[in-house]
């Protein structure tokens, strides 16, 4: 009997650290189901418009990235940022063909296309505005280079000739691109014989043609990139050392994946910024909303705090009850909103990409970084809206609980 005290002090010392159950959390949730979805909606949209976000810039980035091939180097002017702002002259190109380390094809030719790059208005086939389209003039090496280019209506245009073949994205996008179709720019008329799909990248949204043609109706004597393939990776820095030190040069070469990396960089860079500014303002609507629900929460079961305080559960349990309502409530709401964002990755969009002002086409992407960022924004959310309300229900007095019971 002695030990009696003790046993009881032991007891309730063991049962005071005791958590409330996950199970009494997510049914205060369903018992207030309609509340709770309303919350959980608000939350869902903010986090619906997080994920986008999120996905469109990877989704340019991705687009643009899977342009370049591994073993492909790119050369262009010094200093120039894109394609339409470099110029290489036909002695620089001769030059450049003639550096060891460059691959051959079966045939025994140097695998390296010279391209003009220019841009060109056509009409959209939406509401007719116009809209800025990539021009390339290129070759059967070019097509050689870029293996993930393949024609899947028509033909590859004729060398000499005034063909033309489309990215199956502007074909979509803009009128008179259809296969068999005209199209009048530079002077004369060009004929769709091929429509070619690159696998979503960059090249979808252009148009190639033959390179002297291309040359000589948009009247250029300068090329405006040079695209090789490494013979072996390994040989790029020797490459590009005996490209820097030749003074005749004056160009600059990069690995092509790196290139169109770096074309991704100012658009993706623009969308992120906006679109995370816009989620941080619509994301104060949904934290105050989880405030207010959670508020509501401890108003209607004051009774309920004062008997789990005097059953013996601690300040430090009720706060993280209640925490953890709100955190499962944003949760779910997160889940919602990561859901519908999903559905995104099946529509194709286009914009206009600020380093080279021309249309490009490219799909929302969805990978496990963007899950991970998205459901700890949602967390987040939920833990601020629900710490305050939390920290008032762990303060309540046992007393003035039970009495207002």
């Known amino acids: 009997m002695e030990n009696e005290p003790y046993r009881y002090r032991q007891w309730s010392e063991a049962r005071s650290m005791k958590a409330i159950p996950f199970s009494y959390i997510a049914r205060n949730l369903w018992v207030r189901r309609f509340t709770t979805l309303l919350t959980a909606g608000g939350m869902a949209l903010v986090v619906f418009v997080f994920a986008v976000v999120l996905m469109m810039s990877e989704g340019i980035r991705a687009t643009l990235v899977a342009t370049g091939q591994a073993d492909n ?13 470099s110029a290489i002259s036909r002695d620089q190109a001769a030059v450049i063909e003639s550096l060891p380390g460059i691959a051959t094809n079966e045939k ?8 003009p790059v220019v841009l060109n ?15 390339r003039g290129s070759s059967l090496t070019g097509l050689e280079l870029r293996p993930e280019m393949k024609i899947v209506q028509g033909r590859m245009f004729r060398p ?15 009128r008179g691109t259809q296969l068999g179709e005209t199209l009048h720019f530079a002077q004369r008329d060009w004929v769709v014989v091929g429509i070619f799909d690159s696998g979503k990248t960059g090249f979808d949204s252009e148009i190639w043609g033959d390179v002297d043609q291309m040359m000589a109706a948009f009247r250029r004597n300068l090329y405006s990139t040079m695209v090789f393939r490494l013979a072996d990776k390994s040989a790029f820095e020797k490459i590009k050392t005996l490209i820097g ?23 993706a860079t623009f969308i992120r910024i906006l679109g995370l500014s816009l989620s941080v303002i619509f994301s104060i609507g949904a934290v105050v909303g989880a405030m207010i629900t959670m508020f509501a929460a401890v108003a209607q079961r004051v009774g309920e705090i004062g008997t789990l305080r005097a059953l013996g559960f601690r300040r430090g349990a009720v706060l993280t009850a209640f925490l953890l309502e709100s955190l499962l409530l944003s949760f779910v709401g997160g889940c919602i909103g990561l859901f519908a964002a999903s559905w995104m990755q099946a529509v194709d969009i286009s914009t206009t990409n600020f380093q080279t002002f021309s249309e490009l086409a490219f799909q929302f ?18 833990f601020v809206g629900g710490f305050i309300p939390a920290w008032r229900a762990a303060r309540m007095n046992i ?6 019971a």
């Open 121 to 135: 208005n056509l009409p959209k086939r939406s509401n007719g505005k116009p809209s800025n389209v990539t021009m």
């Open 108 to 115: 025994g030719q140097v695998l390296v296309t010279k391209e």
């Open 365 to 382: 992407k969805l990978n496990p970084e963007i899950i991970m960022k998205t459901l700890l924004f949602s967390l987040f959310m939920g």
């Open 73 to 85: 180097a790119l050369v262009l002017r010094k200093g120039a940022g894109a394609e339409i702002n």
């Open 245 to 267: 030190n030749d003074q005749r040069l004056q160009l600059d070469v990069k690995p092509e994946i790196q290139f169109y990396a770096e074309q991704s960089e100012a658009l």
């Open 160 to 174: 000499g000739t005034s063909e033309i073949i489309v990215g199956i994205a502007i074909a979509k996008g803009f």
């Open 399 to 404: 007393v003035d609980c039970l009495r207002a």
